[in-house]
């Protein structure tokens, strides 16, 4: 394999792994379990080599869909449901993000008026330097 086979490879793993972990806790995360799954599927069909084996025709182009996994039970889950009792952690405080920089959008938007205004005017201007006869 290569290395975005590998690269690809690991991403799909981590999506498997991150629709264990959201199957298992349930609500809103479980129900986008099935999905991450799919995505792992699909992931895998995209590693560079098989596209490219497919290209050249050396491999089947269209194969059967996965079964379909909403009707099947969610996996079990892989680590206990209930933890001993331990204090729940203390959330730290963000910090708030530095913005990217940059101008003032209303000063750009200032620059952009005043600029169309005196290009009107210059045009208008040169406009009376050469009038039409009609």
Do not use: C, Y
């Not at 995209?46 to 596209?51: A, R």
């Amino acid at each position: 394999m290569s290395s975005l086979d590998l690269l690809v490879e690991r991403g799909a793993a981590k999506l498997e792994e991150l629709s264990r972990k959201a199957a298992t806790k349930g609500g809103f995360a479980g129900s986008l379990a099935d999905e991450l799954a799919e995505d792992a599927v699909f992931l895998r069909k995209l590693k560079p080599s098989l596209i490219k084996a497919r290209a050249k025709g050396q491999a089947p182009v269209n194969r059967q869909a996965p079964v379909n996994r909403a009707r099947q039970a969610p996996p079990p889950p892989t680590n206990p449901q209930i933890s001993a009792s331990s204090p729940p952690k203390r959330r730290r405080r963000k910090r708030p993000r530095k913005r990217a920089g940059g101008p003032n959008p209303f000063l750009v938007a200032g620059v952009a008026l005043a600029a169309g205004i005196v290009l009107a005017k210059v045009i208008d201007w040169r406009g009376h330097a050469h009038p039409r006869d009609n």
